[in-house]
């Protein structure tokens, strides 16, 4: 079933619910709703300021499979922390691999699809990204 | 006896790989678009034509005046690695009061840009534009625009095993059992 809200929903709850992450964004004394501002559903970037880290989670294209009632989801979550803490970013994506990387997540076994290090970010920002891939119906009942 | 019809194989993989090729071009052009900052670059992007040219297949992607700004930025924050920017810093199409990578006005006359033959009234040749669009004095446009790296990024994902994958995919699936003719010896 295609159910990107459903996907990322439970994917960004992983997130905020994670210590790890929390900490490693310097988010541990936030509430939910900061917490929520930094770990987005969205690749928006240009708008951060402030020192504040970001954790984008979002879909990317689908690809085809050979399966006509199938298709391959991408997830891509970046991760943006200013230059000064770009070590966070390699930490942050690690723990993220080990969240997320074959396990089932918001119905979906996902795996990683690879990662690309240094992304296009906001001036003075570092910005790392991973992909998972997931596999969904395409009929929604 | 066992023969293996090699002509027809070749020429039936060559379509299948044209397929592949058209496949991970789409997919290639989509994961472009979307890391487009503007929807003008998006839409400055557009599939060209396939080519067979001594074997070797190509899918062309072609990317306007608008693709190659949101590429590669504007003003002081272009990305300077951009491997045509001397060429372009050369060309008529440069601003020739224009020292510098900062946006700033043009001389007053007719001249050649990015987007053809333009004319201009003058009004602040050699002016750094960036400074009074962020200061509020002009509009926004003018203010630099970082690069996003959009087409760069999109193929350096499909690099990391997506364009394998599919050709593998075509490899595995290919009836190459379809090819062979067996015939009795008598």
Request: glycine letters at 10%; hydrophobic letters at 25%; zero cysteines.
């Given at each position: 079933m295609i159910d990107p809200e459903a996907t990322l929903n439970a994917v960004q709850r992983l997130m905020i619910e994670d210590p790890e992450i929390i900490n490693h964004m310097n988010l541990?004394?936030?509430?939910i709703i900061e917490k929520a501002k930094s770990i987005i559903?969205?690749?928006?970037?240009?708008?951060?300021?402030?020192?504040n880290s970001r954790l984008c989670i979002y879909i990317r294209p689908s690809r085809r499979v050979r399966n006509q009632i199938c298709t391959e989801g991408v997830l891509q979550i970046d991760c943006h922390v200013p230059v000064s803490r770009d070590m966070y970013a390699y930490k942050i994506i690690k723990r993220v691999n080990k969240l997320l990387h074959n396990q089932v997540v918001g119905g979906r076994k996902i795996y990683y699809d690879g990662e690309l290090g240094d992304l296009p970010t906001a001036l003075n920002y570092f910005c790392v990204g991973i992909r998972f891939n997931f596999h969904a119906t395409v009929i929604n009942p | 006896m066992i023969k293996f019809n090699s002509d027809a194989a070749i020429l039936h993989l060559h379509k299948r790989l044209t397929a592949a090729l058209l496949m991970l071009r789409e997919e290639l052009l989509t994961e472009a678009k979307q890391g487009m900052k503007t929807p003008e670059g998006a839409a400055d992007l557009g599939a060209g034509e396939v080519k067979n040219v001594a074997g070797i297949i190509s899918a062309i992607i072609i990317g306007g005046p608008w693709a190659i700004i949101d590429e590669y930025?504007?003003?002081?924050?272009?990305?300077?690695?951009?491997?045509f920017l001397g060429q372009y810093r050369n060309s008529?199409?440069?601003?020739?009061?224009?020292?510098?990578n900062k946006i700033r006005g043009r001389p007053a006359g007719s001249q050649q840009t990015m987007f053809g033959t333009k004319s201009f009234r003058?009004?602040?040749?050699?002016?750094?534009l960036e400074q009074l669009a962020s200061a509020g004095i002009?509009?926004?446009?003018y203010l630099p625009q970082p690069p996003s790296k959009a087409l760069r990024t999109a193929l350096q994902w499909m690099a990391m095993g997506r364009f394998q994958r599919v050709i593998s995919v075509v490899l595995e699936t290919?009836?190459?059992?379809?090819y062979l003719i067996v015939t009795p010896l008598r």
């Open positions: 541990t004394n936030a509430t559903k969205r690749s928006q970037y240009n708008d951060i300021a402030n020192s | 930025g504007t003003g002081s924050m272009m990305d300077t690695s951009n491997p008529p199409l440069w601003n020739p009061v224009r020292p510098d003058g009004n602040a040749p050699g002016i750094d002009i509009d926004e446009k290919f009836p190459w059992g379809s």
